[in-house]
């Protein structure tokens, strides 16, 4: 792969990670919207009881979802801020880091996700497996969780 290449598809990858935060975010916005109307429709009855367990648990769905959504939107702000129009040589915010195993996107933690066909897992700069990675460059070996991995290539 050529240099404008690597580029060209770590852009690709944080605008993948930014859509399906999107995604993400207007999910919990529809669920987060949808236990305020359960909560709202929730009909006081002659056991007022019910009626208020029904209100609280809508009322906690909605702080859940909201609680979801505002995570969300600070992992869209810091993946809007890594930088991903220039090669990487070290392990950090931005990089693409190959192993025999997987390939590791430090920008946002989403998880295993499948990008061009390749298995390509998402860490938050700020996860213990990301600081791991910090600084490491090609050749380098890095254990974790008992596991011990040679990274191929950064970029």
């Not at 859509?19 to 236990?35: E, V, W």
């Not at 939107?73 to 950090?92: F, H, P, Y």
Request: charged share 25%.
């Amino acid at each position: 792969m050529t240099n404008p290449e690597k580029i060209a598809f770590k852009n690709k990858l944080k605008n993948f990670g930014l859509d399906l935060l999107r995604q993400r975010i207007a999910t919990a916005q529809d669920a987060m919207n949808q236990a305020q109307e359960a909560a709202n429709s929730e009909e006081k009855s002659s056991a007022g009881d019910k009626y208020e367990t029904g209100r609280a648990i809508g009322q906690l769905q909605k702080e859940m979802h909201s609680r979801q959504l505002a995570e969300y939107a600070k992992e869209v702000k810091a993946l809007q801020s890594i930088a991903t129009d220039s090669l990487c040589d070290r392990g950090g915010p931005g990089a693409f880091v190959q192993t025999k195993a997987i390939a590791f996107f430090l920008s946002a933690g989403l998880g295993k996700q499948t990008v061009e066909g390749k298995s390509i897992l998402f860490v938050s700069p700020m996860a213990p497996f990301a600081r791991a990675l910090q600084n490491k460059k090609t050749g380098d070996s890095i254990a974790f969780n008992g596991t011990s991995m040679t990274i191929e290539d950064v970029w």
